[in-house]
């Protein structure tokens, strides 16, 4: 009976019908609890819904369920992480992700190309809640004028919870209306730190890594760069690092080995020009 209740939320979810497959995913663990698939399979479903506290609850559900060890525990961490970013909580978003990415790279998971994703997400929200904090610092009037920010999206954000308890609004409404919210403080946000840098004549501004410079395997700043033969380029000391004990490219998974490396020098040359100009960036 179980079964055939996931079955049917699998059926709905592929159909784009979300809050149909909630609801099937919801009694498939109302009969058996015990299976993590129903979690994981609903924690998905909450994620296109955007319900990121349920999804926190059913991805930790899901990985208590399977255990530290398996494989198959793997994208309920993914969605664990996902989660707790959308929650604002990227210190445990990086510390859950790290452990799963390492250990997804020892059993040579399929999952490993989108943990390193979601650790470089998870690192990139660490940085940039640095950079607010020290922007705050440095000006006051700033730190206020996105205090406001904040607050007023706060109060909106409240104003339209109220109105789906209501039902005034349906749940994809609910979604868009909360999307464009968001977008809409964010955008302000960069227009009132683009007035503050014009002002201060470069002085007040978010400093940012281009994502090409970024270590897959590490998540540094690159110093030494190679190409694997898939095309992607790491750093040489955690590539040579990997191949010679995994035998495999980290992303494709297929054989090569250290000779099979060649030196990047387009990208090394960008990587010292950037980090000549952006010391800062060593300690990303």
Same mark, same amino acid.
């Given at each position: 009976m179980a079964?055939?209740?996931?079955?049917?939320?699998?059926?709905?979810?592929?159909?784009g019908?979300f809050?149909?497959?909630?609801?099937?995913?919801s009694?498939a663990i109302?009969?058996?609890?015990?299976?993590p698939?129903?979690?994981?399979?609903r924690?998905?479903t909450?994620i296109?819904l955007e319900?990121?506290?349920?999804?926190?609850?059913?991805?930790?559900a899901a990985?208590?369920?399977?255990?530290?060890?398996?494989p198959?525990?793997l994208?309920s961490?993914?969605?664990?992480a996902?989660?707790?970013?959308?929650?604002?909580?990227?210190?445990?978003?990086?510390?859950?992700?790290?452990?799963?990415y390492?250990?997804?790279l020892?059993?040579r998971n399929?999952?490993?190309?989108k943990?390193?994703?979601m650790?470089?997400?998870a690192?990139?929200?660490?940085?940039?809640?640095r950079?607010?904090? =020290?922007?705050?610092?440095?000006?006051e009037?700033?730190?206020?004028?996105?205090?406001?920010?904040?607050a007023?999206l706060m109060r909106a954000?409240?104003?339209l919870g109220?109105?789906?308890a209501?039902?005034e609004?349906?749940?994809?409404?609910y979604?868009?209306?909360?999307r464009?919210?968001r977008?809409?403080?964010?955008?302000k946000v960069s227009h009132? =730190?683009e007035?503050?840098r014009?002002?201060?004549?470069?002085?007040?501004?978010e =400093?940012v890594?281009?994502?090409?410079?970024? %270590?897959?395997i590490t998540f540094?700043?690159m110093?030494d760069?190679?190409?694997?033969?898939?095309?992607?380029?790491?750093d040489r000391?955690?590539?040579?690092?990997?191949?010679?004990k +995994?035998?495999? %490219?980290?992303?494709? =998974?297929?054989a090569m080995?250290?000779k099979?490396?060649r030196?990047?020098y387009a990208?090394? +040359?960008a990587?010292?020009?950037?980090?000549?100009?952006?010391?800062?960036?060593v300690d990303?």
């Open positions: 079964q055939a209740l996931k079955k049917r939320g699998n059926e709905l979810y592929v159909e019908d809050i149909g497959a909630e609801d099937y995913y009694q109302a009969k058996d609890p015990h299976d698939t129903f979690f994981t399979n924690a998905v909450r296109k319900k990121w506290e349920d999804v926190e609850h059913d991805a930790r990985l208590s369920l399977y255990g530290k060890k398996d198959a525990s994208k961490s993914l969605y664990l996902q989660a707790l970013l959308a929650l604002n909580r990227p210190q445990e978003a990086y510390d859950l992700t790290i452990v799963a390492q250990f997804s020892e059993v399929v999952q490993t190309e943990l390193s994703g650790l470089l997400r690192k990139k929200a660490l940085w940039e809640a950079e607010t904090a =020290r922007l705050h610092e440095m000006d009037t700033l730190k206020s004028v996105e205090e406001l920010i904040s007023d954000e409240k104003e109220d109105q789906l209501k039902q609004i349906g749940e994809v409404g979604r868009e209306d909360l464009a919210l977008e809409d403080a964010a955008k009132v =730190r007035a503050f014009i002002s201060s004549k470069g002085d007040i501004q =400093r890594v281009p994502d090409y410079l970024i %270590d897959g540094e700043v110093h760069p190679v190409i694997t033969p898939s095309g992607t380029s790491f000391i955690g590539i040579v690092k990997y191949v010679e +995994a035998g495999v %490219d980290p992303l494709t =998974r297929e080995s250290v099979d490396l030196p990047n990208l090394k +040359a990587s010292e020009e950037f980090l000549t100009k952006n010391g800062w960036a990303w």
